[in-house]
């Protein structure tokens, strides 16, 4: 058994993440567990988050999940 510690609060950079934790250890799920192609978990991770977050809130919104998503893979 090999147990992994991820941080989501704070990126490499230092920089909070706020409530974008799931979208990191998301990623993360996806990149360490290959249930599913990566390249298909990424692409549909960020259409949600767009569905999900462009019309109440902004492209803005949509960019920081999307970097959230990028920082867990």
């Avoid at 230092?14 to 990424?42: C, H, S, W, Y």
């Amino acid at each position: 058994m090999t147990a992994l510690f991820l941080s989501a609060v704070k990126n490499p950079k230092g920089e909070e993440n706020g409530k974008r934790t799931n979208n990191v250890l998301q990623g993360a799920f996806f990149a360490l567990t290959k249930v599913i192609p990566m390249d298909v978990a990424e692409e549909d991770m960020k259409r949600n988050n767009y569905n999900s977050y462009f019309k109440k809130a902004g492209q803005k919104i949509v960019d920081l999940n999307n970097k959230a998503v990028d920082l867990g893979i």
